[in-house]
């Protein structure tokens, strides 16, 4: 009984020097390996944000309205190290007042992250990245499948390029929706073929399943990062074949950033629900250390 006390304070005294640490460390420090191994300048830039936010959460803002979109940043911006958004999905979409939520954004020290889900040929990925959205003006990263070659992110690199910005590039690798096609298979080649790409920034890993976001991490290697959806603090099944997995159990499975949508928009206080998801990410990144 007195051992168990002794080791539970043990482990309590650990931790909180960990996090003490952590205020004054850099971010090389905080991230070890995953640091070391990845020189890519916008994987770094995400590191060190998550240090200064003390957060791994993407929001998936998955709101309709800009007045929506405003409101949700506003109230849960402070928690975040990323902003994921779909686009397209908004029916009051304007030029101008997407420029303001960008500008707000980055004000608040969030990566902006356009979760197209490129699939094309490369010439055409990468005019897309222009067209009406102008994704290359304003996003740091965005998705890609690989089911077209790789020659997609070169496509999507040279768009960047043509706007004299640094972006960089999720290959799905894994999907957390019931019954996807995404066979391990695939997933090897992807792997193998995205992490000696410079553009590829990472992997989209599936957040449902930690044993199979293990895997990926074995495959992946220590270098390029794993941003995970299918994460959520109630575990289980979603919104037309959704799955959820819990977000500290992603982290320990080797995910870098857990992508919530629902588990903090759809809360009665997305703040607060916010606020829980930057606490239990962070912490899990201090204990995998
Ligand atoms: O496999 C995937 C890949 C992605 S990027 N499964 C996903 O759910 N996503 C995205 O993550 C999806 O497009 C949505 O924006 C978000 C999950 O939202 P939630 O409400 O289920 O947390």
């Known amino acids: 009984m007195l ?52 957060s791994l959460v993407c929001l998936a803002a ?3 309205t800009m007045d929506g979109l405003n409101q949700l940043l506003d109230e849960v911006g402070p928690y975040l190290a990323a902003l ?40 055409i990925s ?8 102008d994704i290359r003006s304003w996003a ?9 070659g790789q020659d997609i992110v070169d496509g999507l690199q040279a ?19 019931r019954g996807n096609l995404l066979s391990p298979e695939y997933t090897e080649t992807v792997v193998k073929s995205g992490s000696i790409h410079d553009g590829v920034f990472g992997f989209i890993g599936n957040g449902s399943k930690p044993e199979d976001l293990k895997n990926l991490r074995v495959q ?13 603090i109630a575990v289980g099944d ?11 159990e992603a982290i320990h499975a080797g995910s870098d950033c857990i992508i919530v949508g629902s588990g903090i928009h759809k809360s009665e206080n997305p703040a607060e629900s916010a606020s829980a998801y930057a606490e239990v990410s962070w912490s899990a990144l201090l204990k995998r250390r």
């Open 3 to 54: 051992l168990s006390i002794i080791k539970k304070r043990l482990i309590a005294v650990s931790y909180e020097d960990k996090e003490l640490l952590a205020n004054t460390m850099q971010a090389s420090e905080v991230w070890g390996e995953r640091w070391q191994n990845n020189s890519l300048p916008m994987a770094r830039t995400y590191m060190e944000v998550a240090c200064r936010k003390k």
């Open 62 to 64: 998955d709101r309709k």
């Open 84 to 123: 994921k958004t779909h686009v397209d999905l908004i029916d009051d979409w304007s030029a101008d007042s997407w420029k303001l939520f960008c500008d707000k954004a980055k004000e608040m020290d969030l990566l902006i992250f356009e979760d197209r889900k490129f699939a094309d040929i490369g010439k």
């Open 126 to 133: 990468r005019d897309q990245m222009s067209g009406v959205y």
């Open 140 to 148: 740091d990263l965005v998705t890609a499948h690989m089911i077209s």
């Open 159 to 177: 768009g960047w390029k043509d706007v004299g910005r640094n972006g960089g590039v999720l290959l799905l690798a894994q999907m957390s929706s």
């Open 220 to 232: 992946v290697g220590q270098g390029k990062l794993i941003w995970t959806p299918g994460v959520n």
């Open 238 to 248: 979603g919104e037309m074949g959704q799955r959820y997995g819990a977000p500290d």
